[in-house]
């Protein structure tokens, strides 16, 4: 139930790009060979959700029915937007700060911990009101963020992912995560045997969450670590707040562009409508997880090929925008023509209006990849508010598109809206700013496979 991210979630580079404290002690077959490990280690993650989670989920929806799925992707959404708040715009600034001074890495970790911790009591609270106020006869719906809302408190303990990312050792954070994700969705199967109620699905996503928290903690253990070594510092949080408020702004208004949609159409049409975008979402954002791995493993040798050569360091950003155009290209295609089948096999009666949705919202992936990618950029050249700002006007874009052409055009509304703010926030708003226009170009030319100016 996360946009890691399920947020978010990071970005998208990774054959050529290491720690220093890795360069320090690999040659170059060595360092690329341990990067392409890692890779596959999140791909190989990412996979098996992906394989897993559309069977289990499209189960669960057939279940559910469109009324009943609808409330709870309402839920998620609900509480995925407020989440944003959870990760503080932390995450890619943590795993730059252990790569830069591993020797700190205690109290860089203690730090996060606690504040993530404070960040997930606050999405709990912040659900619970706001969701009181926008719908305050509906128990039901009530109950199913209060549940949701609750498992935002223990991803503080994603904080030891970070510590493995770093390290390009994502292999220990894949296994504990992966190992729940199974278990729990075996726990899903179970549900629906035994036709447990919605409140039950709700309970499932968070008991994910928890039980991640638990492998993480003991893969850490295993690693020889102790979290009873870290260290909370005030100067270092008001530093990681400092440089991560605007990318917390920034994840809240991508969150809105990439789950307003729902509320709006909870709020404007029905929940069932609700539950029709969100079945054709879980084949559309499924894919999302291809640039996040590649960032995940790659951000931070890339951090470290900026040091080396600006021309080195751009000629890989170009290279990875070309990567995932080409990938997003390859997946928009045919799921363009295949929509109406996926939606009638997997989904049944009373779902094919997914179809036509899916086909549109499937066009938002290469922007998504895009913007994935050129996080790191951002944080490398310190550029986090102007993120924000272009996140911002995505948002806004999002929004006043929503107004407009969900009350004609619903669910089919909605996906155009998401898929122009995406189109706008990734690529075109870069075009406007002189920092920003050289990306523009970058992105433009791997968008119309235009060769790499030498």
């Given at each position: ?86 990760t503080l715009g932390l995450d890619g600034i943590v795993i730059r700060e252990l ?194 791995s590649l960032v995940a493993s790659v951000a931070p040798s890339l951090t470290t ?51 036509p949705v899916l086909a549109i919202h499937i066009w938002a992936a290469p922007f ?87």
């Amino acid at each position: 139930m996360r946009y890691n991210v399920e947020s978010s979630d990071v970005n998208s580079f990774w054959i050529r790009y290491l720690p220093t404290s890795v360069f320090r002690r690999l040659d170059g077959r060595q360092s690329a060979q341990k990067v392409i490990a890692n890779a596959g280690w999140l791909s190989a993650d990412k996979i098996i959700r992906l394989a897993v989670g559309l069977v289990v989920g499209t189960w669960v929806a057939r279940f559910l029915g469109r009324d009943q799925f609808g409330s709870l992707s309402y839920a998620v959404a609900f509480v995925s937007l407020l989440g944003a708040v959870t990760t503080l715009g932390l995450d890619g600034i943590v795993i730059r700060e252990l790569v830069r001074h591993p020797e700190r890495k205690d109290e860089i970790l203690g730090t996060t911990f606690v504040a993530k911790l404070a960040g997930g009591f606050l999405t709990l609270v912040l659900s619970l009101s706001v969701i009181l106020l926008l719908r305050p006869g509906d128990s039901l719906l009530h109950s199913l963020v209060g549940v949701l809302a609750l498992g935002t408190v223990f991803q503080s303990f994603d904080t030891i992912d970070f510590w493995f990312q770093s390290r390009v050792e994502s292999r220990f954070g894949v296994f504990a995560k992966n190992s729940t994700f199974l278990i729990v969705a075996a726990f899903k199967v179970s549900l629906i045997l035994m036709h447990a109620p919605l409140f039950a699905f709700a309970l499932a996503g968070s008991l994910e969450i928890f039980l991640g928290a638990i492998g993480l903690l003991v893969a850490y253990k295993k690693s020889g670590q102790h979290l009873f070594a870290w260290k909370v510092n005030s100067d270092r949080a008001r530093q990681l707040v400092r440089e991560g408020w605007p990318l917390a702004l920034a994840s809240m208004a991508v969150m809105v562009y990439m789950k307003i949609d729902q509320i709006m159409l909870g709020q404007m049409i029905g929940l069932r409508e609700v539950g029709i975008y969100g079945a054709a979402l879980r084949f559309s954002e499924v894919w999302y997880f291809i640039p996040v791995s590649l960032v995940a493993s790659v951000a931070p040798s890339l951090t470290t090929a900026r040091k080396t050569s600006t021309i080195l360091y751009y000629a890989r950003l170009e290279n990875l925008f070309r990567l995932l155009v080409g990938i997003a290209l390859v997946i928009a295609i045919p799921m363009t023509f295949v929509s109406g089948y996926l939606a009638r096999t997997f989904y049944g009666p009373g779902y094919e209006s997914a179809g036509p949705v899916l086909a549109i919202h499937i066009w938002a992936a290469p922007f998504v990849f895009l913007g994935v990618a050129q996080s790191p950029w951002t944080l490398n050249e310190g550029l986090t508010k102007l993120a924000l700002a272009r996140a911002a006007c995505g948002a806004v874009i999002n929004v006043l598109l929503n107004l407009v052409l969900i009350p004609t055009h619903g669910a089919v509304g909605a996906a155009v809206a998401t898929t122009i703010s995406y189109a706008m926030s990734a690529v075109v708003l870069n075009a406007f700013n002189s920092r920003t226009r050289r990306i523009f170009f970058m992105q433009l030319r791997a968008m119309l496979v235009v060769p790499t100016r030498r």
